[in-house]
């Protein structure tokens, strides 16, 4: 039987329907995450494949499961940090300071005082008040400004709350930390989570070589470049068309291998290693003029649950029925799915076509690893779901 508080182990292939006949969901009402970590151990032997010189960051606010920081941690890899407590989780696996970054540009001082307290001392700014703030609590700090250069695609764009402007606030930025005695070390962009304009990348890492001479300029040694995050990680195809256009970009602007680059990945790393299996609870159709219009299905997750990515992350969700032994030839019909609270705006998708289903049929959502399980709130009284985690067996 597969326990929920270790890993478990397999030996070929993570067959899902095979761990679903040999667990009784039928007598559980809350949802399945099902996390194969060696996807984990995969994505990073990508990386390393695709971008040798880039040193992954992952940002744990994408998704902080213990399990997921400690395989990540285990495989070398270092860590973006958006406040203290996301420090300490990373500190307790052994992770050593200077392989974090302090990536929120807007830090409440206690997190600046634990940062300081653990010696974490790279971390980002985009405004004066920051600088001034680290000038009084973190002189130490070692400053990486962080300029806008947003996708004109992206899943959730972020240039609205983060970022300078490069042309005017970068310099200006640098030049009041020059005046205080700061240490500035280096530039960062973030193009937007989930990137789809790929050319993005290369603007960008062309702005900030601009950033950097001007930074030489001013005396400061300038040795780190954060290229962000936007990474896909469902479609290793684009990840792999991103990574072309990066290696090109740092082979024109940022030949010399002095400068650390870095980046600050998250669904790259996570997304696909979640499935999501939820359990229809009611069913309802919907007809109009007599005729069967749309089958709607109610089942025990939604959208303040697992399916929060929806709105928060602009995520479209595809599902498959994991129907007893029954493939593919099935009839489908229109399908709205709906999550189990009371809300009308729990809807998770109105754009589905399923077979017929019943009442304890399954259904499995494939790439929900990504900006969910962090942010599920048990609202209405509707449990966040547990999750199993398998890792391959290493041959012997």
Not at 26 to 53: A, M
Not at 212 to 219: C, I, K, Q, R, S
Request: charged share 20%; with cysteine; net charge negative.
């Amino acid at each position: 039987m597969y326990k929920f508080d270790e890993i478990n182990y397999y030996e070929d292939d993570l067959n899902i329907k095979n761990i679903l006949k040999e667990i009784n969901l039928q007598e559980i009402d809350e949802s399945l995450n099902i996390c194969d970590l060696t996807n984990i151990v995969n994505k990073h032997d990508i990386w390393q494949k695709n971008l040798p010189r880039i040193h992954p960051h992952y940002a744990v606010k994408c998704n902080d499961n213990p399990y997921i920081v400690k395989t990540l941690a285990e495989l070398g890899t270092s860590f973006d940090c958006a406040s203290k407590n996301e420090i300490k989780q990373v500190l307790d696996f052994g992770v050593n300071p200077e392989h974090i970054i302090f990536a929120n540009p807007c830090k409440p001082l206690s997190h600046i005082e634990f940062a300081k307290e653990k010696n974490v001392q790279t971390g980002t700014v985009d405004n004066e008040f920051e600088i001034y703030k680290l000038y009084k609590h973190y002189p130490e700090s070692k400053l990486v400004v962080r300029f806008r250069c947003e996708a004109k695609n992206a899943q959730c764009p972020l240039g609205n709350k983060f970022g300078c402007d490069a042309e005017n606030d970068a310099t200006a930025l640098m030049l009041l930390a020059k005046s205080l005695d700061l240490n500035v070390c280096g530039t960062s962009f973030h193009v937007g989570s989930g990137c789809n304009e790929f050319a993005a990348y290369n603007r960008a890492i062309m702005t900030a070589k601009n950033i950097f001479n001007f930074g030489e300029m001013l005396g400061f040694n300038m040795n780190l470049l954060d290229i962000g995050g936007g990474f896909p990680g469902s479609d290793d195809t684009k990840f792999l068309t991103i990574s072309n256009i990066i290696n090109v970009a740092l082979d024109r602007y940022f030949s010399s291998q002095k400068i650390k680059v870095i980046a600050e990945p998250g669904r790259f790393y996570v997304a696909a290693a979640y499935t999501l299996i939820c359990k229809i609870h009611a069913k309802r159709e919907v007809r109009n003029a007599g005729k069967l219009d749309t089958k709607m299905y109610y089942i025990n997750d939604g959208v303040y649950g697992s399916f929060n990515c929806i709105l928060y992350d602009h995520h479209e969700v595809t599902a498959t029925h994991m129907l007893n032994d029954s493939e593919g030839g099935l009839p489908t019909f229109k399908t709205l799915l709906w999550g189990p609270t009371c809300d009308a705006l729990d809807k998770i998708s109105d754009n589905l076509y399923l077979p017929n289903l019943n009442c304890g049929d399954l259904l499995a959502f494939p790439n929900m690893g990504a900006y969910t399980v962090p942010i599920a709130s048990p609202f209405n009284g509707f449990m966040t779901p547990k999750t199993l985690y398998f890792m391959k067996k290493k041959p012997t």
